[in-house]
């Protein structure tokens, strides 16, 4: 079975930029997650959708940050524009109904904003 | 008052070792407990769940809820370079949102 798929791995840019992720969830996985994961720090959930609709994003910053997930399946995050505390990793993870306790990492992106 | 309180450590144990590691929560709702395993630059992946109170034993791992104390505990027998990880605690709060502790930094050393 193929894992959480993320690209790009690694992404430098400077502050005021703009910079989108992508994500593969695992096939038939309904739930896919955004996670921010500061150095030293816990993963930190962004937002939640559910097939195509968004089940919890009360700690995404919605006047930088946006995500959508088309079809259902793939889902991208979109940080327009960077600050310097945005530096972390975003971790996607994927989970099937029912299963939130057990949810499927990706690697993430680390992104370093300068 | 955070939802899931974890000692950052770092740890730096000697193979061999039995390790303990500890979480506290707010919430007495919660009744889903989570460990996951994070190496470096990996994404988590789940060690083990426990579902309310109570031990659940995993070869050298076991999970231990205290719900009287609100305190959960993972601990690793006969320590193995290859544990060498982050650890984080989590709580399932309603049917799908985890929330992490801040997770625990293991170093066994050979």
């Known amino acids: 079975e193929a894992g959480v798929a993320q690209s790009p791995r690694y992404k430098i840019i400077e502050k005021r930029q703009s910079v989108a992720f992508w994500c593969n969830p695992i096939?038939?996985?309904?739930?896919l997650y955004w996670y921010q994961q500061i150095l030293g720090q816990g993963p930190k959930l962004l937002i939640q959708?559910?097939?195509?609709?968004?089940?919890?994003d009360s700690q995404l910053p919605k006047d930088r940050f946006s995500a959508e997930r088309l079809k259902g399946v793939d889902s991208t995050l979109k940080i327009q524009p960077a600050k310097l505390e945005d530096s972390a990793v975003y971790l996607c993870?994927?989970?099937?109904?029912?299963?939130?306790?057990?949810?499927?990492f990706g690697p993430g992106t680390r992104l370093t904003v300068t | 008052q955070k939802e899931v309180e974890q000692d950052p450590g770092p740890l730096s144990v000697p193979e061999g070792a039995i390790v303990s590691l500890n979480c506290t929560y707010s919430n007495s709702a919660f009744q889903y407990f989570m460990w996951y395993r994070q190496y470096s630059r990996k994404g988590p992946e789940l060690l083990m769940y426990?579902?309310?109170?109570g031990n659940k034993e995993d070869g050298r791992f076991t999970a231990q809820v205290d719900k009287s104390s609100k305190y959960i505990s993972l601990f690793i027998r006969d320590s193995q370079p290859s544990d060498s990880a982050t650890y984080l605690c989590?709580?399932?709060?309603?049917?799908?949102?985890?929330?992490f502790g801040q997770g625990t930094r293991l170093t066994i050393n050979p």
């Open positions: 096939s038939g996985h309904a739930t």
């Open positions: 993870a994927s989970s099937s109904p029912g299963q939130g306790y057990e949810q499927y």
């Open positions: 959708f559910q097939n195509n609709g968004v089940v919890d």
């Open positions: 989590a709580i399932l709060r309603g049917a799908q949102k985890l929330v």
């Open positions: 426990t579902y309310s109170s």
